[in-house]
C-alpha cells in the first residue's frame, strides 16, 4: 500500500553545514540535489502527490545570506522539477518582499505529471486565515497521508495543518543533504503496517 499524498520536511540543512565547518547558508544549495532525487523516486513509484517545505514566514528573520540561499535553493529546485514535468504549485504568501519573484508564475498549478506542493514563504496561519475570505489558500492541496521528517525533529512546524490531521509522521535522524534513497523506503515500508482508520 502506498500513500496517495506524502509530505517532506527537509530539516537539518544548518547542523549539517555547521558539522562540516561550513557558514550555515552553505547547507542550503547541499538540499536540492536530494529534493530532486526524492521527486524522481515519487515519479517512478507513481505518488499522485507530494507537499515539501521550502521556507516559512518564520524562516525569514534568519540572517540575511541565509534568506537569500534559501531563496535561491528554492528558485533552483522549482524550476528543475517543472523542467522534469512536475505539475507544480508554488504555495506562500507572494505578497511580501521574502517571496522569490522567479516564482510567482507557479502561483498557479503548471504542468501535468505529478503534483508538487511546494511551500515557500509559507505560514500556516497565513492559510487559515484565507478562511476569512470563504477558503484556506491551501485549498487545492488534498489531505496528506504520510509526512516524513529529516533532522531528527518530531514536530509538524505548521506543515499544512488542515491537510495533516491524520498523517502518519516517520522521522527520519539524518540531516536532510545526508538523504538516501533508504530514507524514503524504510519509510514507505514503516507506512505499510501502519493503521489506517482514520478515526474510524
Given at each position: 500500500?502506498?500513500?496517495?499524498?506524502?509530505?517532506?520536511?527537509?530539516?537539518?540543512?544548518?547542523?549539517?553545514?555547521?558539522?562540516?565547518?561550513?557558514?550555515?547558508?552553505?547547507?542550503?544549495?547541499?538540499?536540492?540535489?536530494?529534493?530532486?532525487e526524492l521527486y524522481e523516486m515519487?515519479?517512478?513509484?507513481?505518488?499522485?502527490?507530494?507537499?515539501?517545505?521550502?521556507?516559512?514566514?518564520?524562516?525569514?528573520?534568519?540572517?540575511?545570506?541565509?534568506?537569500?540561499?534559501?531563496?535561491?535553493?528554492?528558485?533552483?529546485?522549482?524550476?528543475?522539477?517543472?523542467?522534469?514535468?512536475?505539475?507544480?504549485?508554488?504555495?506562500?504568501?507572494?505578497?511580501?518582499?521574502?517571496?522569490?519573484?522567479?516564482?510567482?508564475?507557479?502561483?498557479?498549478?503548471?504542468?501535468?505529471?505529478?503534483?508538487?506542493?511546494?511551500?515557500?514563504?509559507?505560514?500556516?496561519?497565513?492559510?487559515?486565515?484565507?478562511?476569512?475570505?470563504?477558503?484556506?489558500?491551501?485549498?487545492?492541496?488534498?489531505?496528506?497521508?504520510?509526512?516524513?521528517?529529516?533532522?531528527?525533529?518530531?514536530?509538524?512546524?505548521?506543515?499544512?495543518?488542515?491537510?495533516?490531521?491524520?498523517?502518519?509522521i516517520y522521522v527520519v535522524e539524518?540531516y536532510w543533504p545526508d538523504f538516501?534513497?533508504?530514507?524514503?523506503?524504510?519509510?514507505?515500508?514503516?507506512?505499510?503496517?501502519?493503521?489506517?482508520?482514520?478515526?474510524?
Amino acid at each position: 500500500m502506498l500513500p496517495c499524498h506524502v509530505g517532506f520536511i527537509p530539516d537539518g540543512n544548518r547542523r549539517w553545514a555547521q558539522s562540516r565547518n561550513l557558514a550555515k547558508e552553505e547547507g542550503y544549495a547541499h538540499g536540492i540535489l536530494p529534493g530532486i532525487e526524492l521527486y524522481e523516486m515519487c515519479r517512478k513509484l507513481d505518488i499522485k502527490e507530494f507537499s515539501i517545505y521550502g521556507f516559512t514566514k518564520d524562516n525569514t528573520h534568519r540572517p540575511a545570506a541565509q534568506a537569500e540561499a534559501f531563496r535561491n535553493a528554492c528558485i533552483i529546485f522549482a524550476e528543475e522539477i517543472a523542467a522534469r514535468g512536475a505539475a507544480l504549485l508554488v504555495l506562500g504568501d507572494d505578497e511580501s518582499s521574502h517571496f522569490p519573484a522567479a516564482l510567482r508564475r507557479f502561483r498557479s498549478r503548471q504542468g501535468r505529471g505529478i503534483k508538487v506542493n511546494f511551500l515557500v514563504n509559507y505560514g500556516w496561519d497565513w492559510d487559515l486565515k484565507g478562511l476569512r475570505a470563504g477558503r484556506m489558500r491551501s485549498e487545492e492541496v488534498s489531505r496528506i497521508d504520510l509526512i516524513v521528517r529529516w533532522g531528527g525533529g518530531r514536530r509538524l512546524s505548521g506543515f499544512l495543518p488542515a491537510q495533516s490531521v491524520y498523517a502518519d509522521i516517520y522521522v527520519v535522524e539524518q540531516y536532510w543533504p545526508d538523504f538516501e534513497p533508504s530514507h524514503f523506503e524504510n519509510a514507505l515500508e514503516w507506512f505499510k503496517s501502519q493503521d489506517r482508520t482514520l478515526g474510524g
